[in-house]
């Protein structure tokens, strides 16, 4: 059984910063790509940072220059450094990764989620 675990939400205030972390546990052969998405009240999930097995990142415009991805492979961990918070960051964030059960099976997992709140 293959678990997400998120950590590190919360409220902080508009051009604060947070920062999340994402640790992958259970039957682990390997993991590819790792990303963080976000879901605010009434809009559809979207993707925020992404990450190779390598560490080339990816992200959006909207987060660009203000939000940063690293992952640590011995820990099967990926973390998010979001800095200059605005309140249209609020939202739930979702860890999600292509991870490998054993050398022949791979499947894609998602996290939980985490609450992060900016007020203004």
């Known amino acids: 059984q293959v678990q997400l675990v998120e950590s590190g939400g919360g409220l902080v205030q508009a051009g604060g910063s947070l920062r999340l972390s994402c640790a992958a546990s259970?039957?682990?052969?390997?993991?590819?790509?790792m990303a963080w998405y976000r879901q605010a009240p009434g809009k559809r999930r979207e993707l925020v940072a992404a990450i190779t097995s390598s560490s080339t990142a990816n992200y959006p415009d909207s987060v660009k220059g203000r939000f940063t991805i690293t992952r640590d492979n011995a820990r099967n961990t990926v973390y998010l450094q979001m800095n200059s918070l605005t309140p249209e960051d609020t939202a739930v964030y979702y860890c999600?990764?292509?991870?490998?059960?054993?050398?022949?099976?791979?499947?894609?997992?998602w996290g939980q989620g985490t609450q992060v709140t900016v007020s203004s």
């Open positions: 999600n990764a292509n991870l490998w059960t054993t050398r022949w099976s791979a499947d894609n997992y």
């Open positions: 259970g039957s682990i052969f390997r993991i590819d790509n």
